[in-house]
């Protein structure tokens, strides 16, 4: 299949890159991490609130280090390889978003760079979603400072590709940021920013994303029987998520992909909302060639009758 002969094709180019040393790197506060895995506690006492990691894999253990944007940029691993920037959704521990981003960076040959933010309070507790976007806008000036890392991580690299994926309610960053912090226009864009199961409303979508200035294209991905983004408009008596149908104004910039005939309905459910690991791109070809193009900085159109496109 595809996705086999892409994965044999990228495991002899890049054989230690999926050996037990490879690399990942995140961005967070330190306030948010295990201070106990961390091995230069000294490194981020100046800069504790915005604080870049990486993924160290030690013979007991995984722990990680603060590093430096020169650090990355100097990272030999990451020549030749185009950069993701990932944010994650809601119930997500860290170690959980690190094994995610493992499996995005080994299933797609691209170099991760993800968001961790947390989804409990201050005294632990779970959050509901109310809370959960106040922790959101919380963390937003360190969300800046992440997607300001775009151009810096691809210095060394200037013919990489360098995309954004927020998933599920990690989409609620960039809908605020674009409400209230929109950056520096002159770092370089994103080649490609997808909202993936977006677990924000789909009325007035395109009134915030036409302030955003920080792409060169923009993919929304949904598929009408995502059964957590349902429950979640059951529960919350939220409105339409963006993830699941789109029936407000469309914004003519933007690419919408609707995976509703090629997903639908899965068991497990969460198949039918995170469908860009496991399960789906293991099992469907065009699901696979959809994410590892688009991850990749790719354009991508979809040329099956089965997948619904509008741009």
């Known amino acids: 299949m595809l996705r086999m002969l892409f994965i044999l094709t990228f495991l002899i180019a890049c054989f230690a890159e999926v050996t037990s040393s490879e690399t990942l790197y995140f961005v967070a506060s330190g306030d ?3 201070s106990n895995l ?3 506690k000294e490194a981020i006492k100046e800069n504790n609130s915005n604080s870049i990691f990486q993924l160290v894999n030690t013979e007991d253990t995984v722990m990680y280090k603060s590093v430096s944007v020169g650090d990355i940029q100097n990272d030999k691993e990451a020549q030749g390889r185009n950069f993701l920037f990932y944010v994650h959704g809601y119930g997500k521990e860290l170690d959980d978003v690190i094994k995610r981003s493992l499996q995005i960076q080994r299933s797609y040959g691209v170099r991760v760079i993800f968001f961790y933010w947390p989804y409990r309070n201050s005294k632990g507790k779970q959050t509901n979603l109310r809370q959960a ?18 151009g810096e991580f ?11 994926m927020a998933h599920s309610l990690g989409n609620q960053f960039l809908k605020d940021y674009a409400f209230y912090l929109q950056g520096n226009n002159e770092v370089r864009p994103f080649d490609n920013i997808i909202l993936n199961s ?3 409303n789909d009325k007035n979508h395109a009134e915030w994303l036409s302030k955003l200035s920080i792409q060169n294209n923009i993919y929304i991905i949904s598929n009408r029987h995502d059964f957590l983004l349902r429950g979640l408009r059951l529960f919350t008596h939220s409105k339409r998520p963006l993830g699941v149908r789109v029936k407000s104004e469309r914004l003519g910039a933007v690419n919408y992909i609707d995976m509703s005939e090629i997903i639908g309905r899965q068991k497990p459910r969460y198949n039918s909302h995170s469908f860009f690991t496991g399960d789906m791109p293991d099992s469907k070809d065009e699901v696979f060639t959809m994410y590892q193009q688009l991850l990749n900085g790719f354009d991508y159109r979809v040329k099956k009758s089965n997948v619904s496109t509008h741009h």
């Open 32 to 34: 948010d991490i295990d």
């Open 38 to 40: 961390l091995l230069n």
């Open 133 to 150: 976007k106040n922790i959101i806008r919380q963390h937003q000036q360190q969300f800046a400072f992440f997607l300001s890392l775009r």
């Open 154 to 164: 691809a210095k060394k690299n200037p013919d990489a590709k360098v995309s954004l």
């Open 198 to 200: 977006a677990a924000v």
